[in-house]
């Protein structure tokens, strides 16, 4: 029974292994003008050869000691085949570094 479910498994997996995204993020930043709480800017990129609808870019915030303060979700609306979308969200964290944690297309 056990290799009956390994097979399964191994065709589910062939199956899904098509296409993978081809979705980035650049020039992600951490932006200060004046406040205490920094603008999180970025650039999401669509590589591949269909539009995106939404994307959700996930990133770890640092403090000034590199301790994690907290993740952060920003969402990307509707990304053309080869074309990019700035984003940009205000933080209510004093964090000093950010780093892409995932990003995933919905």
């Known amino acids: 029974m056990p290799r009956l479910l390994l097979a ?21 930043r951490l932006q200060r003008e004046g406040g205490d709480y920094p603008t ?23 403090d000034d000691q590199n301790r994690v303060l907290d993740d952060v979700l920003v969402q990307v ?14 933080l209510d964290l004093r964090a000093s570094a950010a780093k892409l944690k995932y990003v995933g297309v919905n």
Do not use: P, W
């Open 40 to 62: 999180l800017t970025g650039v999401v990129v669509n590589r591949g050869a269909e539009a995106i609808s939404s994307a959700d870019v996930f990133v770890t915030l640092y």
């Open 77 to 90: 609306r509707r990304v053309a085949a080869g074309d990019s979308s700035r984003f940009e969200q205000q």
């Open 8 to 28: 399964v498994l191994v065709v589910a997996l062939a199956a899904c292994g098509g296409e993978t995204s081809q979705i980035d993020v650049a020039d992600l």
